[in-house]
């Protein structure tokens, strides 16, 4: 077995309803925009609290705080799927002050790209583009070519997205040799496994070495970055090594694939069970891959990984991106607009991918391609992934006396003191400082938190 049925929800026989899904786009953005805080900016989610001291990362940053929810809107928004009721560009352009006026102690600027400034750069340049928040993105997109957690969330592959992301917008060269530096690095340090067999990349995160392979924190996050602007020379044996490393480590059934979370361990991690997520599992891999061009191996593979998470169904743990329906339904989207491949029930309740002869689908096309998510988005649960007044209020307790005063732990000190923590065992939950901060041997425990569930 490649899932686990009960971390997965019975999928449902109502037929996708496209208006139904935009109702609820409505509502949960309604609900969002009334929520906004000038000086709190959004309550966290309480799935989101993970009950640290690091609320800086998730009220500011763009996995799950301020820059997330003005890129949301703003997307919603210039798609037509919404009509804001407010203009949100002053608070973009602050929002970069206003995490650095929170920095320090134990949640230290850093540079990447879904906690740290990139994310909240990129945003900001997005709603409001400024010459010298661009010069300091730059900046930071640099200071991290050499990050050894070597992974999306902190590390070069999520701020050379970044990069590439300015060089799509502005079409400005310097974003090219700001990304090229980072790849040159990371693709130094790709490096066969003699074990395996395959070539992959060793993680120094949260205080420990491994080598994960999902896009969150490893090979397919990196695999991601570097096809962005991938140089001629690199092309083919980019697309090479990538697929001899999922079809060596695959776990394959019945036309299915699935992969673990780490390389050359069980599919089943004791606790966690068998994951089929994007942060880690098929969704992921076929999301991140699927940016690649097509090769009957490469394609073969891709498609069972999306039998596969078409076969889990619905994720039980929520609606999210990283590990939740929305993240799994991201890889129907990717295989149908890179492959043309649709999903749609056999009406036996049966998985089927089809290949279509279209090559660009459009909108409500990319809404039927991911219609077993409809159920899901549309659905009672929905209404978790829009703010409450309880976490509202849970969030102003947390902040001390003042408007925006950032909540700090006992170990509380600067950034290079929580970084100098590391060699006393005490920094495990610290974020890594600036690129070459680690004054202990840069190992790389000085990270936040644990893995994505
Ligand atoms: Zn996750």
Redo the contacts with the bound molecule.
């Keep these: 077995m490649l899932h686990d049925a009960t971390q997965h929800e019975e999928l449902g026989a109502e037929p996708w309803d496209e208006g139904r899904v935009r109702a609820a786009i409505r509502q949960i953005v309604a609900e969002t925009e009334e929520a906004f805080d000038p000086d709190l900016w959004w309550p966290l989610h309480p799935s989101d609290e993970d009950g640290t001291a690091f609320d800086l990362y998730a009220t500011h940053a763009l996995y799950v705080g301020a820059a997330g929810v003005l890129w949301a809107l703003h997307r919603l928004a210039t798609a037509d799927v919404v009509q804001l009721s407010h203009d949100y560009t002053s608070a973009a352009a602050r929002l970069h002050e206003d995490y650095l006026r929170h920095t320090g102690g134990e949640a230290p600027a850093v540079p990447g790209l879904w906690a740290g400034e990139a994310g909240v750069l990129l945003v900001a340049d997005l709603l409001a583009p400024d010459p010298r928040r661009r010069a300091r993105l730059d900046a930071v997109i640099r200071e991290n070519a050499r990050n050894v957690t070597r992974e999306l969330m902190w590390g070069s592959p999520g701020t050379m997205l970044a990069a590439a992301e300015m060089h799509a917008r502005t079409g400005d060269e310097r974003w090219r040799d700001a990304w090229a530096e980072s790849a040159d690095w990371l693709w130094d340090e790709w490096r066969l496994d003699d074990e395996l067999g395959c070539f992959l990349w060793t993680q120094q995160l949260y205080g420990k070495i491994a080598t994960y392979l999902g896009p ?1 924190h490893g090979f397919a996050g990196n695999v991601l970055a570097l096809a962005r602007l991938v140089t001629a020379e690199r092309r083919d044996l980019l697309a090479e090594r990538a697929t001899d490393t999922i079809r060596r480590l695959a776990f394959r059934e019945d036309g299915l694939a699935n992969w673990g979370p780490v390389a050359g361990s069980a599919l089943e991690v004791p606790g966690q069970g068998i994951r089929v ?3 880690h599992g098929a969704p992921g891999i076929v999301t991140s891959l699927a940016t690649l061009p097509s090769e009957p191996e490469l394609d073969g593979l891709l498609v069972a990984g999306g039998e596969l998470t078409w076969a889990a169904g619905p994720h039980g743990k929520g609606q999210g991106l ?2 939740g329906t929305a993240g799994n339904g991201y890889a129907f989207l990717a295989l149908y607009a890179a492959r043309g491949i649709r999903s749609g029930s056999s009406g036996h309740g049966h998985s089927q991918l089809t290949r279509s002869h279209r090559s660009s689908p459009s909108a409500s096309d990319m809404g039927a391609a991911g219609s077993r998510c409809g159920r899901a988005i549309s659905g009672p649960q929905c209404s978790r992934s829009s703010a409450s007044t309880g976490s509202r209020d849970s969030l102003r307790s947390t902040r001390g006396d003042g408007p925006g005063s950032v909540r700090r732990g006992a170990r509380a000190g600067t950034g290079e003191e929580a970084a100098l923590g590391c060699a006393r065992r005490a920094c495990e939950r610290v974020p890594p400082a600036r690129a070459g901060g680690c004054p202990q041997d840069s190992c790389g425990a000085c990270v936040r938190g644990g893995d ?2």
């Design positions: 969150a997520q994007w942060c990283c590990h994505p569930r």
